[in-house]
């Protein structure tokens, strides 16, 4: 399994920017899958964006479609979220998620599609 550390999180006004790591290691991530997820308190655990490692291919939740970047590092093995204009409304703890098997556009977007977790970083947007 391919190990997971997230950074970046922090304090941030509504309209401000941060932009999140997930360094990976144990693997190369040639073949997988890395996405974001985050979860607010009292809610489910809910996807955000998620790229694929080789060829780039990205997709997003309409939520953060427009503000939200994923892009990754193949000399780092690490992906990134630029998130901008940012609203209370994201506050919550980010994850970085792998997954090491082929693209299914049905899948990508499910909790249960990932093998691999991020401990998570907090990301508070204040109003």
């Known amino acids: 399994q391919v190990q997971l550390v997230e950074s970046g999180g922090g304090l941030v006004q509504a309209g401000g920017s941060l932009r999140l790591s997930c360094a990976a290691s144990?693997?190369?991530?040639?073949?997988?899958?890395m996405g974001w997820f985050r979860q607010a308190p009292g809610k489910e655990r809910e996807f955000v964006a998620a790229?694929?490692?080789?060829?780039?291919?990205?997709i997003y939740a309409d939520s953060v479609k427009g503000r939200f970047t994923i892009s990754r590092d193949n000399a780092k093995n690490t992906v990134y979220l630029q998130m901008n204009s940012l609203k209370p409304e994201d506050t919550a703890v980010y994850y970085c998620?792998?997954?090491?098997?082929?693209?299914?556009?049905?899948?990508?977007?499910?909790?249960?599609?990932?093998?691999?977790w991020g401990q998570g970083t907090q990301v508070t947007v204040s109003s």
């Open positions: 998620a792998a997954r090491n098997a082929p693209f299914i556009a049905a899948m990508i977007t499910s909790r249960n599609a990932y093998d691999s």
């Open positions: 144990g693997r190369t991530l040639n073949t997988y899958i």
């Open positions: 790229i694929v490692w080789s060829g780039g291919l990205t």
